[in-house]
């Protein structure tokens, strides 16, 4: 990484801890709300599918701008927030909640049609036997999963390292701070003689989001070989 300047190499490092803090910490509730959306009918469905899948609708400025005023220090929930010493405006961690908004729909979509493929009679007949809905999950429906869970969480990595109109409107274009690969990018594109180390972030992008997406390949593969015992 010598290629790579010192402002440069703080924007990947940057990119990278909020891809994975992102992925990591919504991944959890990706499961759950893509469970919820596949096998459990109640009232309001589809108004949770619709806010499930608005960022991917929604102009991402206007996400950002959403989640300013809802989690800005003077925002509802991140005025309570401040007041405990968790603050997301303007902050790496801000960065890391708008990249997970922007990803969670990708993961949702992944994982639901993941669940769906799996046939409901194979539960049904594990919780003849006496087990609890949540023993079926963990070892009937999640093992069978996994390979459109990985998908999911690689999908939102790979969206959350090139997330860029809500991160800046949430949380600014701050160097050391706030400045992702994106913004670094932007900002270079912004200044005389900035278009090499532009074009060095785009070639990292790149390399990024492919060995992402063949990691993923060869993972799911051999998941879905070892689940099904061949």
Not at 49 to 66: A, Q
Not at 92 to 119: C, H, K, N, Q, Y
Not at 166 to 192: E, K, R
Request: proline share 6%.
């Amino acid at each position: 990484m010598d290629w790579l300047s010192p402002e440069e190499w703080t924007a990947v490092a940057l990119s990278l801890r909020v891809a994975v803090w992102a992925t990591l910490l919504s991944l959890p509730f990706g499961i759950f709300v893509a469970y919820a959306l596949a096998r459990w009918q109640f009232a309001g469905r589809q108004i949770v599918n619709g806010l499930v899948h608005l960022p991917l609708i929604l102009p991402p400025v206007v996400t950002g701008y959403l989640l300013l005023l809802t989690f800005g220090t003077q925002g509802p929930v991140g005025g309570a927030l401040a007041e405990f010493g968790i603050v997301f405006a303007f902050r790496w961690t801000g960065a890391a909640l708008a990249a997970a908004v922007m990803a969670f729909p990708l993961m949702v979509r992944a994982i639901r049609l993941s669940i769906e493929a799996v046939d409901p009679k194979l539960e049904e007949a594990a919780a003849t036997l006496g087990a609890s809905k949540i023993w079926v999950f963990c070892t009937i429906t999640l093992p069978l999963i996994l390979p459109g869970v990985l998908a999911g969480a690689i999908l939102a990595f790979a969206k959350a390292m090139g997330e860029f109109g809500a991160t800046i409107t949430f949380v600014a274009n701050i160097p050391g701070q706030t400045q992702t690969i994106p913004s670094a990018i932007y900002a270079f594109l912004q200044v005389p003689g900035g278009e090499s180390s532009a074009m060095r972030l785009v070639i990292i992008s790149v390399i990024l989001a492919m060995g992402a997406l063949l990691a993923s390949e060869v993972l799911a593969r051999r998941i879905s070989r070892r689940v099904s015992g061949t």
